[in-house]
C-alpha cells in the first residue's frame, strides 16, 4: 500500500481569507483609503496612550515638588 502524497500548501490565515475578501468587493482606491483610514486610528490611539501617560509623570512630578 502507498502512502498519500503530503501537500505542502499552507492554511491561509483569518487575515489572509479578509483581504481576499476585500480584494474582491472593494476597488484599489477603496483599500487604500481604508487601510490609510486605520493607520490614522492607530496614530491616533497611541498619541492618546503617550498623552496619559505624559499628564501621569507631569502629576507625580508636581506632587512630589510639594513634598517638604
Do not use: Y
Not at 476585500?22 to 477603496?30: A, N
Not at 493607520?39 to 506632587?63: G, H, I, N, P, Y
Amino acid at each position: 500500500m502507498q502512502a498519500a502524497p503530503v501537500r505542502a500548501t499552507a492554511i491561509p490565515s483569518f487575515t489572509d481569507a479578509l483581504r481576499a475578501v476585500e480584494s474582491l468587493l472593494m476597488s484599489s482606491g477603496q483599500r487604500t483609503a481604508r487601510r490609510n483610514a486605520w493607520t490614522s486610528v492607530m496614530e491616533d490611539r497611541r498619541r492618546a496612550k503617550d498623552r496619559v501617560e505624559t499628564q501621569r509623570v507631569l502629576d507625580e512630578a508636581a506632587v512630589a515638588s510639594r513634598l517638604p
